[in-house]
């Protein structure tokens, strides 16, 4: 059981590059969300989705896209880097049945821009 | 004034101590709250989750005070493993937002 996947493990993109971070969950949750994490700032909601077709907003959704055709897949969307977006970037899903919250996360993604 | 707040710390404690980490929040309509811990370049991983009712695992109990809107991670009898950055978690706006402290940093010495 792998849990949740994210690909590439780093990432290195100029200022205007657009690139997509994977996202894929073999658990069948409904729920996935996707942070970023800086120093002594925690981590930030980007985005979120409950089910397939369905997202929305989080925290600090500028600059980047989400879309959820299937319930594995939830890929992040850079549109134009910029060296703020230089972060760690984790996917998280959670089956969110019963009150139960808890987020199984991925490996996590290092990105800079440079 | 950010939703879940937490004090950064560092909190230096030596092993056997107890240390105990506050984590407050804004929005008094939400209901469960989480205790996350992070290991440094890791993922976080869930410690405890909190209801009104409180909870206790093993040297790890959690409380939540509405009142004064805040919830607590008191750790006993410390251990060098409990070195790590814990994570307070909310919900936001209906549950689908799960809003994170910023972390408190624990660093047990021998």
């Known amino acids: 059981n792998a849990g949740v996947t994210q690909t590439p493990k780093f990432q290195v993109l100029k200022t205007g590059q657009s690139m997509t971070l994977q996202c894929a969950q073999d658990?069948?949750?409904?729920?996935m969300s996707w942070y970023r994490q800086d120093p002594g700032m925690g981590l930030r909601l980007i985005h979120y989705?409950?089910?397939?077709?369905?997202?929305d907003q989080g925290e600090v959704p500028n600059g980047y896209n989400v879309s959820r055709s299937t319930t594995e897949d939830f890929p992040l969307r850079l549109l134009s880097a910029a060296p703020s977006q230089t972060s760690v970037y984790f996917c998280?899903?959670?089956?969110?049945?019963?009150?139960?919250?808890?987020?199984?996360f991925g490996s996590g993604t290092q990105l800079s821009v440079l | 004034r950010k939703e879940v707040e937490q004090d950064p710390g560092p909190f230096n404690v030596p092993e056997g101590a107890t240390v105990a980490f506050n984590c407050t929040y804004s929005n008094s309509a939400s209901q469960s709250f989480f205790w996350y811990r992070q290991d440094c370049r890791k993922e976080p991983k869930l410690l405890m989750s909190?209801?009104?009712s409180g909870n206790e695992d093993g040297r790890f109990t959690a409380q939540l005070n509405r009142a004064s809107q805040y919830i607590s991670l008191l750790i006993r009898d410390s251990k060098l493993s409990d070195s790590a950055t814990y994570l307070c978690v909310a919900p936001s706006g209906g549950y689908n937002k799960l809003i994170f402290g910023a972390g408190t940093r624990l660093a047990v010495h021998p």
């Open positions: 909190v209801y009104s």
């Open positions: 989705s409950v089910g397939a077709g369905i997202t």
């Open positions: 998280a899903s959670s089956d969110r049945q019963g009150g139960n919250e808890k987020l199984f």
């Open positions: 658990m069948n949750h409904e729920y």
